[in-house]
């Protein structure tokens, strides 16, 4: 196994230095992908994917990406939830390659909502 040297080091803590900073809640936005069987089954992890590549590939650190179990509505998988910093999350339904990277843009970075893949915004609260 080969030794590990100090500019290996050094990108490693700059990584989780990054990893920290979004613990800490210091981000723009955060990304859910709901990854039930069903979202699963009807594409949730290529949106998944797409977004990890553009997020790495861009060299982005101040986007979450994580995932959940299923939403409750089956029929409208692969859906994902955005929420920007500062705006009602915003959860959006039937989402292929194409429209997540429309999101991706237009929501993510720019601040500003799909509202045509839109399924509601706000959160998702009890009535008491």
Excluded: W
């Excluded at 590990?4 to 490693?12: M, Q, R, V, W």
């Amino acid at each position: 196994m080969p030794k590990i040297s100090i500019e290996d080091l050094k990108k490693i803590k700059e990584r989780e230095r990054g990893r920290m900073i979004l613990r800490e809640g210091e981000y723009r936005a955060k990304i859910t992908v709901h990854m039930g069987t069903c979202g699963i089954a009807a594409g949730a992890r290529e949106v998944m994917t797409l977004f990890r590549d553009v997020i790495g590939q861009r060299d982005i650190d101040d986007v979450i990406l994580t995932n959940s179990g299923c939403a409750g509505l089956c029929a409208k998988e692969p859906m994902i939830t955005v929420e920007v910093k500062g705006q009602s999350p915003v959860k959006y339904i039937l989402v292929d390659r194409e429209k997540a990277m429309r999101i991706f843009e237009d929501h993510v970075l720019g601040g500003k909502p799909v509202e045509e893949y839109a399924l509601a915004k706000g959160s998702e609260t009890a009535a008491t």
